[in-house]
């Protein structure tokens, strides 16, 4: 039976991509690099410096990696000048509803995310409270599709990992909690990853607490 649920947070959570793509496209447009929202689409699921290495593909230069940190940086302080408005109003469709039931039934509950952002978003939306572990981008040296961070969470939670069903809308996170032995359950994007255990639009449209009563 599944005891623990381990969550993404940008994309399941909380939807922060425009902000993402906002602080992108102007760290982009400041570097005269192409960049759009195709080109966006593959930094699902990816780590900051790995997305930084994408968008640099297309760029008439090359970067150090001394230029490329700060790059990064750049692009960072623009995301969180972005994501300083959030609150719990920009919580997705049966995000809040899902955690409280999990906990009010004991279910043990974790955020594995790969972004460095995950204390400061969680703050602004309210919910450190409803967590009973976090691991994120600052705790890791691997991201998704690596299943580094979904074994660190159920490390935290005393969990096994075949006790753990992850919740992903990135192609790469259904990946690594495969590789990490747990069931997925693919919402968003990865409604229709045909690898996920189980899959639906939102968490709206998915009774999360029957489906591990049932596994």
């Not at 995000?95 to 043990?108: T, V």
């Amino acid at each position: 039976m599944i005891q623990a649920v381990i969550f993404d947070l940008d994309g399941v959570i909380v939807s922060t991509d425009e902000c993402h793509y906002q602080a992108w496209k102007r760290m982009a447009e400041e570097e005269n690099i192409p960049f759009n929202r195709t080109i966006n689409e593959r930094l699902r699921g990816v780590s900051r410096m790995e997305s930084l290495d994408i968008i640099l593909e297309n760029s008439a230069r090359e970067y150090s990696n001394k230029e490329k940190a700060a790059l990064a940086a750049r692009k960072n302080s623009y995301y969180v000048e972005l994501i300083q408005s959030l609150s719990e109003n920009d919580l997705l469709p049966g995000a809040l509803h899902a955690l409280r039931s999990l906990r009010e039934n004991g279910i043990k509950i974790a955020i594995g995310s790969s972004s460095k952002n995950t204390p400061l978003i969680m703050k602004r939306l309210g919910i450190e409270s409803l967590f009973d572990a976090v691991a994120d981008g600052n705790d890791i040296s691997r991201s998704k599709p690596d299943p580094e961070v979904f074994l660190l969470a159920a490390q935290k939670l005393g969990m096994s990992p075949g006790d753990c069903l992850v919740v992903e809308d990135a192609d790469s996170g259904v990946e690594a909690a495969l590789r990490a032995g747990m069931k997925v359950l693919g919402v968003g994007s990865a409604k229709n990853n045909p690898r996920a255990t189980v899959t639906a639009g939102d968490l709206s449209s998915f009774d999360i607490l029957s489906y591990i009563r049932q596994s």
